[in-house]
């Protein structure tokens, strides 16, 4: 039998979990400080879901099955559409507007790279019920915090940002009618990855003129928003959101994190405003997260449309980074106490003396083989990261108490179990 877990899924030992456990910490500390709320939905939901019909990539990648009543099932593939399906099933009952986080596992038949894998972790914050891009401006001051904490700087990420109303001017303005936005939006993203005329096809099947990609790219290439507005001109375009995004940045002291990239436009059909992706300036990683403005999810659901906008960030490409900046900390394992009895007949006063140390609120590793000697009981202790070792000698039993060594400083005292425990 082959003992791998299924390729690109994780196993997570106990010196990955403690990993996995410090990074999820900074996420929920982040969110806690920004005043989100988490939520978790099942990480199984109809494939219905996320049927779209703009040509995702991540259509294409969803783990779909058959439950044992011919149910159409899909592993998630992200969360916001089981978010934008919670918040439509609470309907008016949510006193908006909300603002949530997540961490959940998401599902994706990938291609993998460095950083892209089949399962995933996700931190994801959302907000809803919120039109004005102040609501960007909080999503970016928490996602820059999280950097900061994990000991990263503005030299190291760049945030691209653009806003999908941009490429609806440039779009409308070339007669593509709006019915096609999403999926031309998802044609257009593959610029990067896939040729030029492979695009050109999709889109002539479309039905859109494929010359259309030589406007996009000119304004893609503007470098500044200035350059950029004067090739649009003013109206419905975005850049004026842009603007004051950035000047919002400004004020809450994040603005150097952030470079206008028109030619971002971001894989999901559902944006329809903001977008946004952080990336390591230095090196070949893929995006470390990424998100923007979807006001228009809740009726593809058939419900009635809430404003939107959130992120999801992974904890893979993040991880690579922080390798490659020698920014893992060191995490051993740790308890506080072991606890070893030289003999059997000390074996229930050595569990006395653990169940107070617990109760104490200390972490205590009792060793539970029978007939250990002196030697393996500190190996134990070693392996275990433990500060002290507490030893039950028949001799300083029979006198009342106990022997505990200090295992950074090696000193030896004699103390009472009270005075263990206290
Ligand atoms: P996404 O860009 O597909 O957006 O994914 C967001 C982030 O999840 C990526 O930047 C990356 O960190 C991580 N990620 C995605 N796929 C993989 C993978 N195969 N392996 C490792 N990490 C991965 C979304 O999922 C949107 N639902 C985000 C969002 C939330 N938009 C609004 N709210």
């Given at each position: 039998m082959n003992l791998s877990p299924p390729r690109g899924t994780r196993d997570f030992y106990p010196e990955d979990m403690r990993l996995r456990t410090w990074l999820f910490g900074h996420f929920r500390e982040v969110a806690r400080l920004f005043g989100f709320q988490e939520y978790d939905a099942p990480v199984v939901e109809s494939a219905e879901l996320y049927?779209?019909?703009?040509?995702?990539e991540i259509v294409d990648q969803l783990y779909t099955f058959q439950d044992k009543s011919n149910r159409d099932l899909a592993l998630r593939p992200e969360m916001t559409p089981s978010l934008a399906r919670m918040v439509l099933q609470k309907g008016g009952a949510l006193g908006l507007p909300i603002k949530w986080f997540s961490l959940p596992q998401c599902w994706r038949y990938e291609r993998m790279t460095?950083?892209?894998?089949?399962e995933h972790f996700q931190w994801n914050l959302d907000i809803f019920g919120v039109t004005d891009v102040t609501a960007e401006a909080e999503l970016l001051a928490a996602l820059v915090t999280l950097f900061q904490r994990l000991g990263l700087g503005a030299g190291d990420i760049a945030i691209r940002l653009s806003n999908r109303r941009l490429l609806q001017a440039v779009l409308a303005d070339a007669?593509?009618?709006?019915?096609l936005f999403a999926p031309v939006c998802v044609l257009i993203d593959k610029l990067e990855k896939i040729p030029r005329e492979t695009v050109e096809a999709e889109l002539q099947n479309l039905g859109v003129d494929s010359g259309v990609i030589d406007r996009v790219l000119q304004v893609a290439s503007c470098t500044s928003l200035h350059e950029a507005q004067g090739l649009v001109g003013s109206g419905d375009n975005g850049l004026d959101e842009i603007q004051r995004l950035m000047d919002l940045g400004a004020a809450y002291g994040f603005a150097d994190w952030l470079r206008f990239d028109p030619s971002l436009v971001r894989?999901?059909?559902?944006?329809t405003g903001t977008v946004f992706e952080a990336f390591a300036t230095r090196g070949e990683l893929r995006a470390i997260c990424g998100g923007g403005r979807y006001d228009r999810l809740l009726s593809t659901f058939g419900g009635k449309d809430v404003a939107a906008c959130g992120f999801g960030f992974g904890d893979a490409v993040i991880v690579e980074l922080l390798k490659d900046q020698g920014l893992l900390p060191d995490l051993p394992a740790a308890v506080d106490d072991v606890v070893f009895a030289f003999s059997e007949e000390l074996r229930e006063p050595a569990m006395q003396v653990t169940r107070s140390l617990r109760a104490a609120g200390r972490s205590v590793d009792l060793i539970l083989e029978a007939g250990k000697r002196m030697k393996s009981a500190f190996r134990h202790a070693d392996g275990a990261g433990a500060a002290r070792l507490v030893l039950l000698a028949p001799e300083e039993w029979a006198r009342g108490v106990v022997k505990v060594r200090d295992l950074v400083s090696g000193e030896e005292h004699e103390v009472t179990p009270e005075e263990l425990a206290s």
């Open positions: 049927v779209r019909k703009a040509g995702e460095r950083g892209r894998r089949r007669g593509v009618a709006d019915t894989g999901l059909a559902y944006y």
